[in-house]
């Protein structure tokens, strides 16, 4: 679409390499499960190998769903949550939204003279990929204030659809909608089939994911709760209400915000929630809180080959995108949520794959 | 179910007094409509009188709902708001919330011996009426923060659960889940039935509305937007993931307010708003930018006979609880907003009226 997206491509090769470079290395830890698989006529969640994790599933649906189980979750207490980078899509070797920004600044420099000179604009405008590499998380905050505020909520979804359109993964060369992982499609189709409502819980911007989650995921605008802007509402020439995006940041909906969020939204507990970082921690602790039958899901990227390896847990490389503890995985074992092995339980990551 | 109520109740007499004294003294003004009305084997809205309100939703679902008409709208699309006090149930002589917040304040004395020598609670708990008449704004907020934080969110469910079980109106002596207005009701459903997703959008409190919204309203927990105070997740003694109520207003949703925050919440602009006061107009302004087809209207409180009469709009008199001013109310006529008519446009009001 832009011909800075081709800049983009480049500056985001560094990005890629810095933070796959150590993924190649990979101690894959084989997990051989003895429990006997439910095979049936239609398999809901055919992307899912058999073992411990398609068998937690499985379970909790028929639990939850059973009047005659004391633990049956009512219908209107269904309510499942879903991280989205590196949850239900590729978050590496940066998160999408990043990207996005990145390519506003590239889109905006003409506007911003200012910005050949001033860092961290500099940077991306120049292709410093040494300078970008070093980028700290309040460079990354100065980018997408400049990058995601100053005009209407409408304009602004505007501006995403755009990129979207034409946007893909360095990597894999693909739309960002193909990027997305199969096996937890099913499992949201698979919930939402047995009367769950499904959430994506995200630290992103609610309003980003907003803008695809329909198309990608089958889910509502409604049902986004997200990292979310103040907005002030105001009168445009014509004299019609509009939204303005002020640059603060009303929720930071990553941590305990998650939680906080959550019930802000919807008012109740989880009864299932599905993460992959520390970010998720509170919220699947208070999916758990619920009481009665409850699934949390952790999901372990330990494939390298089909998609990324990281940790720094079970012995996988560390990374700054996407942390994995051993503190979050033994807090896994030790309450028994499950953690998902990407290369054991995943028969197949991405739709496309052969 | 609590000695204290009874005390409170001899308080409300003077609220109710001094905020309905001089609603007695009404110009009704009878409006004539010249339209014939569809009458069907089965009307969906039999407590509403013929005439241009009742009309305006007719058509409005008629329009919206038909693949055919250009101004067709999608069913994703189909947003519906309604303000709560006021609007779907009665807001004279006080809010239910405030009247909650006495209640807890009476009940919560004994732990607060302080609070007999301390404005504003020593007024509530002398029971000096005098003193509570002239209670300012910032009055009542002081008592909302001390009745309604320090408890875990869970908690507060409890308490207004408890409270809803047993409270009645002051004039009408009816359970406050009686004094709902039928013709809402009907509206609510008779939306439901044809695609739309309606949602409260209330200035009061949202965790206060949530505890009973679903049996009231048959609206889900997830589905009501209101004022809301900050949470702060954290831990119980035995490790558990709770939230606290903290001092401390997230959303203040009033006004402009209600505009930002059904952004927040649903990612898109209403098709149909319903409100009562100038807390709602940047939600009805906001619902009519949405272009193509919308529904915006407003309740005028004319009836003191069967309800309660204020404004200062048309005449009516004025009050400090709802108010609908001369402006607004020009605004609606101006911008093609309907303004229904308590005493013309409904045939019954509640439900339990013979």
């Known amino acids: 679409m832009k011909p800075r997206v081709a800049l983009l491509s480049t500056l985001l090769c560094s990005l890629l390499f810095i933070f796959s470079a150590s993924s190649t290395s990979l101690a894959a830890n084989a997990t051989t499960s003895g ?39 009512a219908p209107e207490d269904r309510i499942a949550t879903f991280d989205q980078d590196g949850t239900t899509w590729v978050e590496q070797p940066i998160y999408s939204q990043v990207l996005f920004s990145f390519d506003r600044v590239a889109e905006l420099a003409p506007q911003h003279p200012e910005w050949k000179t001033t860092m961290p604009f500099k940077a991306i405008v120049t292709g410093d990929k040494a300078a970008m590499a070093k980028f700290t998380t309040k460079d990354i905050e100065v980018i997408a ?48 089939d047995n ?37 002030q509402y105001t009168y445009n020439k014509e004299g019609q209400g509009i939204l303005m995006r002020n640059p603060k940041l009303l929720l930071n909906n990553n941590g305990a915000g998650k939680a906080e969020d ?20 509170e919220m699947l602790e208070y999916t758990q809180a ?45 309450k028994g949520w499950t953690v998902i092995s990407m290369k054991n339980d995943w028969k197949q990551i991405f739709a496309w794959e052969k």
Do not use: C
């Open 145 to 192: 204030m400049a990058t995601h505020t100053g005009m209407t909520a409408d304009a602004f979804q505007t501006i995403v659809k755009d990129w979207w359109a034409t946007a893909k993964h360095p990597r894999f060369d693909k739309p960002y909608s193909q990027m997305v992982y199969q096996p937890m499609i099913e499992v949201m189709k698979y919930l939402r």
């Open 290 to 334: 619920s009481g009665g039958a409850s699934l949390e899901m952790l999901v372990l990227h330990d494939d390298a080959t089909r998609e990324y390896a990281y940790g720094p847990a079970h012995g996988l490389p560390d990374t700054k995108v996407g942390t994995f503890s051993q503190a979050l995985y033994d807090e896994a074992k030790a």
């Open 262 to 281: 959550i019930y802000l939204f919807i008012g109740k507990h989880p009864k299932a929630a599905f993460g992959n970082t520390e970010g998720d921690r």
């Open 195 to 231: 009367g769950y409502k499904t959430y994506i819980v995200t630290g992103g911007g609610q309003d980003f994911v907003r803008t695809y989650a329909q198309q990608v995921y089958g889910i509502p605008p409604e049902q986004i709760i997200g990292s979310a802007l103040d907005t």
């Open 35 to 73: 429990q006997p698989s439910a095979t049936v006529a239609a398999d809901p969640l055919p992307s899912w190998n058999d073992g411990p994790a398609k068998q937690a599933i499985l379970d909790f649906v028929k639990t939850t769903t059973d009047k005659s189980n004391p633990k049956f979750v």
